[in-house]
T-cell receptor, first 117, second 112 residues
Framework: AQKITQTQPGMFVQEKEAVTLDCTYDTSDPSYGLFWYKQPSSGEMIFLIYQGSYDQQNATEGRYSLNFQKARKSANLVISASQLGDSAMYFCAMREAFEAGTYKYIFGTGTRLKVLA | KAGVTQTPRYLIKTRGQQVTLSCSPISGHRSVSWYQQTPGQGLQFLFEYFSETQRNKGNFPGRFSGRQFSNSRSEMNVSTLELGDSALYLC???????????FGPGTRLTVT
């Protein structure tokens, strides 16, 4: 079973509109972390936002917010007021306990977002 | 503050050769992780180092190895290269374990 599922391989959004990128996860670890990264065509991964499993409030970072629905195991990224520079691949990732006190990061397959002028 | 740097940025090697990639983390960061990114497999975790010790390892063969130095710089080595090792290798650093990771620009390795 996929640990991180991003069901939208590609999305379009009009400039200045909001867009939601979906991410569902699966873990039995009670203390996990969820991340979103942006990867422009240049290849560099850019950290956007983090949500801890025990965080009561949804994380926000500027135009980015994470819609965390723990019971549904959902961690959707919301980008408000889209800009042309937001066109990129977006990855959802999870950090979970692995074994013997270690942990691992698991990435989804990504969603390619294209912002239209 | 300078970001994560990776050298070289591009590399072409022949099957059977070995290669060493280098990663310098953000100043003050003590954890370094390595990932392989390919179109077919996506992003896959290779290993993570913290305070010169390998803390975790992904499901890669023993041909893939790494190390971390006292200044937190890390190197990754791949021996006996195979065509399937062609990928973008990303290094990420974090301040401590469990904190968010900041990625470098990657090294694009092509094996011919």
């Amino acid at each position: 079973a996929q640990k991180i599922t991003q069901t939208q391989p590609g999305m379009f959004v009009q400039e200045k509109e909001a867009v939601t990128l979906d991410c569902t996860y699966d873990t039995s670890d009670p203390s996990y972390g969820l991340f979103w990264y942006k990867q422009p065509s240049s290849g560099e991964m850019i950290f956007l936002i983090y949500q801890g499993s025990y965080d009561q409030q949804n994380a926000t970072e500027g135009r980015y917010s994470l819609n965390f629905q723990k019971a549904r195991k959902s961690a959707n990224l919301v980008i408000s007021a889209s800009q042309l520079g937001d066109s990129a691949m977006y990855f959802c990732a999870m950090r979970e306990a692995f074994e013997a006190g270690t942990y691992k990061y698991i990435f989804g397959t990504g969603t390619r977002l294209k912002v239209l002028a | 503050k300078a970001g994560v740097t990776q050298t070289p940025r591009y590399l072409i090697k022949t099957r059977g050769q070995q290669v060493t990639l280098s990663c310098s983390p953000i100043s003050g960061h003590r954890s370094v992780s390595w990932y392989q990114q390919t179109p077919g497999q996506g992003l896959q975790f290779l290993f993570e180092y913290f305070s010169e010790t390998q803390r975790n390892k992904g499901n890669f063969p023993g041909r893939f190895s790494g190390r971390q130095f006292s200044n937190s710089r890390s190197e990754m080595n791949v021996s006996t290269l195979e065509l399937g090792d062609s990928a973008l290798y990303l290094c990420a650093s974090s301040l401590v374990l469990f904190s968010e990771q900041y990625f470098g620009p990657g090294t694009r390795l092509t094996v011919t």
